[in-house]
């Protein structure tokens, strides 16, 4: 019986690594027992749907694994490390695969939980609190800045720097943002309260009248004693001053608003962390 129909490789990985089997050896694709992996420990996904595991075991039956597995090796002898393809490798459980193709990559633990990270990100795996603890660990485990963090999974850093700030809502937010029953538009909003249980009490009132995001800032401002910004008039936008944001907003990374007056005017820049502050000051500064 030949390598492709023993392992239950389709002509997808053909495609994708064409050649024969010594062909495939040459290239780094290698077959390995589906029990000699374990997975990535530093894997930001903690959860997988059973459901699309299923299907996914299904197609891999039929099919096979269109993508060899990235692993990296263990301390044990002939054992590896997933570095990316988890959900590939539950399902080749689940579909009974005794090996799977992968490829062997030297990498540190940093590298790891990037790969994964930015793999995960690619296919919109990750639930936004997934995210953003990806991006603590990275932050505080590996020391890398916000900016940093940006660069190495294709994000904006204010994007990130978002992302982070979800993981000080309270724990009731965090819980209604991973079921869906919230956005993080709501989450973000709610953050605006300054404990915990303000936070809870705001999120119920959210929940029960349906609120939007919109509605829920509206909300917040008012718990928080501040009065909704007064609508501009229409037909006075200054395009002069929205393009000065935009260009101000792409050089320094940040939220920027202009306000013109009738003599001068005021530009507001906005951060959301003591470590923006510093890279702000530290662009201005170079500027």
Do not use: C
Request: charged share 25%.
């Amino acid at each position: 019986m030949s390598r492709k129909k023993r392992y239950g490789l389709g002509r997808g990985l053909d495609a994708l690594i064409p050649g024969s089997s010594a062909d495939d050896e040459a290239r780094g694709v290698r077959y390995v027992p589906v029990a000699a992996i374990r997975p990535n420990p530093h894997q930001p996904r903690s959860r997988m749907d059973p459901e699309e595991l299923e299907a996914l075991a299904a197609s891999i039956r039929e099919h096979g694994i269109l993508q060899p597995l990235i692993v990296t090796r263990a301390p044990e002898a002939d054992q590896f490390v997933l570095i990316a393809g988890e959900r590939r490798w539950r399902a080749a459980q689940r579909a009974g695969l005794a090996r799977v193709p992968v490829l062997v990559r030297e990498v540190s633990a940093q590298e790891q939980l990037e790969l994964a990270l930015i793999e995960n990100i690619q296919r919109a795996d990750l639930n936004p609190l997934e995210e953003a603890e990806a991006y603590r660990h990275l932050h505080e485990t590996f020391g890398l800045t916000h900016e940093e963090i940006a660069r190495r999974v294709g994000k904006s850093r204010v994007a990130v720097t978002n992302a982070l700030r979800l993981l000080r809502a309270a724990p009731a937010v965090q819980q209604a943002l991973l079921e869906g029953r919230i956005r993080e538009g709501h989450a973000r909003a709610l953050l605006g309260l300054p404990s915990p249980a303000a936070q809870e009490a705001a999120l119920h009132t959210v929940l029960a009248q349906g609120l939007s995001v919109r509605q829920t800032e509206a909300l917040v401002r008012k718990l928080q004693g501040r009065k909704a910004p007064s609508p501009k008039p229409r037909g006075q936008t200054d395009p002069a001053a929205r393009r000065l944001e935009e260009r101000l907003q792409a050089h320094l990374g940040t939220r920027v608003k202009v306000h013109a007056g009738p003599q001068g005017g005021r530009i507001t820049l906005y951060y959301y962390s003591d470590e923006e502050l510093e890279a702000l000051l530290q662009r201005l500064l170079r500027a």
